[in-house]
């Protein structure tokens, strides 16, 4: 047998044993959460992660902001304790509370050493059950996110991300911003807040993951503490299916130096069965950095930008594929032209067999490192908790990445990828 073939096949080997050694365990709570959970005593800590189903696609148009502002306000006091001293209790046991946002989820984690869980436990739960939202706070942060978001109306870079999603999702709640706008955040109060947190923080669109030095025994009382409190029978709103909108060409004048351009289509939702195809296939087009096809036209070939990128971002519902590039002003509809034609090369050809090795070499090799500490597991279990993946999906990661053809990439891109959706917007065109 070939060295290559044998280094690859025990790449693949250690990374089917790593993921497969982490265990996963998991149960649904009585009131509907969903627990998963990975017992580690290598370290003297615990991490615990908890992501609700209160992103801003839960945001309306009159009140964009509302779902963020919510995430971001119930870590700045609870149960009675104001921001500064919830801090500094946090800090005295030696503990880290973070908070997490995007488009489908709102999240909140904890990490503490596992001598000192019950306290920290003690105070996440208040963070999490029993948030102040104090006038007087809401006031300085709302006049924050409003001075925020008046920056970010100046940046290019700002400008075409928000744009580019309004061209993409139409009236959909993902074309919203998830700061919101100025006008929209001065509306939100007290109570907008409390009735999102009533009717969005529920134990039935709750997930727990609980990785490290704890006892099975001890992360199912653990997690019944999370979960009990939460209203549990409620079903939230369905997210609205994604509608193509029409192509649109958007450009918008700034005076920034260089243009902003994106272009793209929502194409994929989280548990696709066509992802991981599309997604290897993008490492070669242009998610690969400097050896990613769009990367060898645009900057190798022609020098017309440092750095090209494309991506899928999955959501619940169709996320969008995107490329984007920062060139000059009057190169970008060359840029462009240039993208279109590697983009439709690569979906009519697919890729070459060097190329699928490479980029098959670098995830199978790359996918242990993803995996070496506590919080990077935690940070891809409570991705597969949230979106319902199987709990084999890290153990068969590899191996399924592995046997992706080149000839399924193609019929792949074929099937998903209608560049006839495309949209562009262009901020600091000529």
Same mark, same amino acid.
């Given at each position: ?32 959460? #969903? ?64 908070? #997490? ?271 070496? #500490? ?57």
């Amino acid at each position: 047998m070939p060295i290559k073939v044998i280094l690859i096949s025990m790449l693949i080997f250690l990374a089917n044993s790593a993921s497969a050694a982490l265990n996963i365990q998991h149960w649904k709570s009585s009131n509907g959460a #969903s627990i998963y959970f990975i017992e580690n005593h290598d370290l003297p800590i615990v991490d615990i992660n908890v992501d609700f189903r209160a992103g801003s696609v839960r945001d309306t148009k009159q009140k964009s902001g509302l779902a963020s502002l919510t995430n971001h306000m119930m870590v700045l006091g609870s149960g009675g304790i104001n921001e500064e001293d919830l801090a500094n209790q946090f800090i005295d046991i030696g503990a880290q509370l973070n908070s #997490s946002f995007d488009q489908d989820k709102s999240g909140f984690s904890l990490r503490t050493l596992s001598e000192k869980r019950r306290e920290a436990i003690d105070l996440f739960t208040l963070v999490l059950h029993k948030p102040n939202f104090d006038n007087q706070t809401i006031k300085r942060e709302k006049k924050r996110y409003i001075a925020s978001i008046t920056q970010s109306e100046t940046m290019p870079e700002s400008i075409a991300s928000k744009a580019f999603m309004k061209v993409l999702y139409g009236e959909h709640p993902y074309a919203l911003p998830g700061s919101g706008e100025v006008e929209t955040i001065k509306k939100i109060g007290k109570k907008d807040l409390q009735d999102f947190y009533k009717n969005n923080y529920l134990s039935n669109e709750l997930s727990i993951v609980i990785v490290g030095d704890i006892s099975r025994e001890e992360a199912e009382d653990l997690a019944k503490k999370i979960s009990i409190g939460f209203p549990g029978s409620k079903i939230a709103e369905e997210i609205p299916l994604v509608n193509y909108n029409e192509q649109q060409d958007i450009k918008i004048s700034h005076p920034s130096k260089q243009a902003h351009l994106y272009y793209g289509a929502p194409i994929i939702k989280r548990g696709d069965p066509d992802f991981l195809t599309l997604y290897l296939g993008n490492y070669i087009l242009g998610g690969g950095g400097f050896v990613s096809r769009l990367t060898q036209e645009i900057r190798e070939d022609r020098g017309l930008a440092y750095s090209v990128y494309s991506y899928f971002m999955p959501f619940l519902e169709a996320g969008p594929f995107q490329i984007g590039i920062q060139t000059k002003k009057d190169q970008v509809e060359e840029a462009k032209k240039i993208i279109q034609k590697t983009v439709s090369n690569f979906i009519k050809n697919g890729p070459t067999q060097k190329e699928l090795r490479r980029a098959k070499d670098f995830m199978i090799g790359g996918f242990p490192l993803r995996l070496d #500490s506590n919080k990077s597991i935690l940070e891809y279990v409570s991705m597969m908790a949230f979106y319902k993946y199987p709990l084999d999906y890290l153990e068969t990661f590899t191996t399924r990445i592995d046997r992706i053809t080149a000839e399924e990439i193609k019929s792949a891109f074929q099937r998903r990828v209608d560049m006839s959706k495309f949209s562009t917007v262009i901020v600091g065109s000529e």
